[in-house]
């Protein structure tokens, strides 16, 4: 079940806040956050595990409601540089012997203007 | 550290022709992903390797798509025959443990 996220898209100046929701419909064993230029590959920004263990990336941050199967990205002071969609890839709890498969959302458009 | 390599990164192709792309994935990266990005989406799993063995292909349309990765190293992606609805990205990604996935540049396949 592919996750949800909202908004679908953000317009921000520099150095405004933003927050990028996903939910799942499914009990979750991590949430993994990528961003995507235009013509892109995805990069990988953080990723969050159940049980609290989370690695950031610069001043983008992100949470975790493990009962509510819900995260949440943080873009702080946004850059231009942030501008790009955002997507966040759910791994599903109980799936074993598959490291890192992802259901990803349909993604979070930002744009970042001066 | 070399990228997760793709060739070709564009392929125009007619409806019913088949096709292949390839990738060669970070050096020591045991999992191997393949995914499938329809324009305005967001990546879709196609299959999943962890050395040479497929871990997931739930998702794959076996009736036309096929995948192997040899000596649990470089993967190729097959379709045959391709459809109108298989234009898309192709992308290729590698991990060590699981946790970050490192894309490739993508092949970008339009299937007229």
């Known amino acids: 079940q592919q996750p949800v996220q909202s908004p679908q898209a953000v317009i921000l100046r520099e150095g405004e806040d933003a927050v990028i929701n996903c939910s799942s419909s499914?009990?979750?064993?991590?949430v993994h956050w990528y961003r995507q230029k235009h013509g892109e590959a995805p990069v990988f920004l953080m990723i969050l595990l159940k049980g609290g263990e989370q690695k950031g990336h610069d001043k983008i941050s992100a949470s975790f409601n493990e009962k509510k199967q819900q995260s949440s990205l943080y873009l702080t002071a946004s850059q231009l540089s942030y501008s790009g969609t955002y997507f966040c890839?759910?791994?599903?709890?109980?799936?074993?012997?598959?490291?890192?498969?992802?259901?990803f959302g349909a993604g979070t458009q930002v744009v970042v203007t001066p | 550290e070399a990228g997760v390599a793709q060739s070709p990164r564009y392929k125009i192709i007619e409806k019913r022709q088949s096709v292949a792309f390839w990738c060669n994935p970070i050096?020591?990266?045991?999992?191997l992903y393949w995914y499938q990005q329809i324009l305005g989406q967001g990546p879709k799993l196609l299959i999943q390797?962890?050395?040479?063995?497929?871990?997931?292909d739930s998702q794959l349309p076996k009736d036309r798509f096929s995948a192997e990765r040899l000596k649990g190293v470089d993967s190729t992606l097959k379709i045959q025959p391709a459809k109108l609805e298989d234009s898309a990205v192709y992308l290729c990604a590698s991990s060590y443990r699981g946790y970050e996935q490192y894309f490739g540049p993508g092949t970008r396949l339009t299937v007229t």
């Open positions: 499914k009990a979750l064993y991590s």
């Open positions: 050096s020591g990266h045991a999992t």
């Open positions: 390797f962890q050395n040479n063995g497929v871990v997931d």
């Open positions: 890839g759910t791994e599903n709890l109980g799936t074993t012997d598959s490291w890192g498969k992802l259901q």
